[in-house]
């Protein structure tokens, strides 16, 4: 294993990028994620964007929002991420629409959370998604 191999299996372990188009939704997630000790390494506020930085960063968990500016939305971007990166996706939605909830079971997310999301929620969900809980 290279020195690249080593540094980049050590930042897919707690590097997480939030995909929120609501700044201050998305500095509130950040300062969550790294109350918990983990690294924010990206933001993003549009699918295309996401997809761009997922790519450059390699985040191993990615907190999505669904519905975001522009004309694709948050589930076209973890499907995109998950498929080619494998990130794990939390889905955070203030929707509770079974055509909301249809897309995002598109994406076989790691878990959905609703609007707003707890410290205790968030916690959990990124926990059990790395295997902690």
Do not use: N, W
């Not at 000790?37 to 933001?43: E, F, I, P, Y």
């Not at 191993?60 to 990130?87: F, K, N, Q, Y």
């Not at 203030?94 to 609007?115: N, Y």
């Amino acid at each position: 294993m290279s020195v690249t191999d080593v540094l980049t299996e050590c930042r897919l372990q707690d590097c997480v990028m939030i995909v929120e188009d609501e700044f201050l939704i998305a500095q509130g997630l950040a300062i969550q994620v790294e109350d918990m000790g983990l690294d924010v390494c990206a933001t993003a506020a549009s699918a295309d964007e996401a997809i761009d930085m997922a790519v450059r960063y390699r985040p191993a968990i990615v907190l999505m929002d669904v519905r975001l500016r522009g004309a694709r939305d948050g589930v076209d971007a973890a499907i995109a991420i998950h498929e080619s990166l494998g990130s794990k996706v939390i889905f955070i939605t203030g929707s509770r629409e079974p055509a909301t909830q249809a897309r995002i079971a598109q994406d076989h997310p790691a878990a959905v959370l609703f609007k707003p999301v707890s410290d205790r929620q968030l916690r959990t969900a990124i926990q059990r998604v790395r295997g902690h809980a």
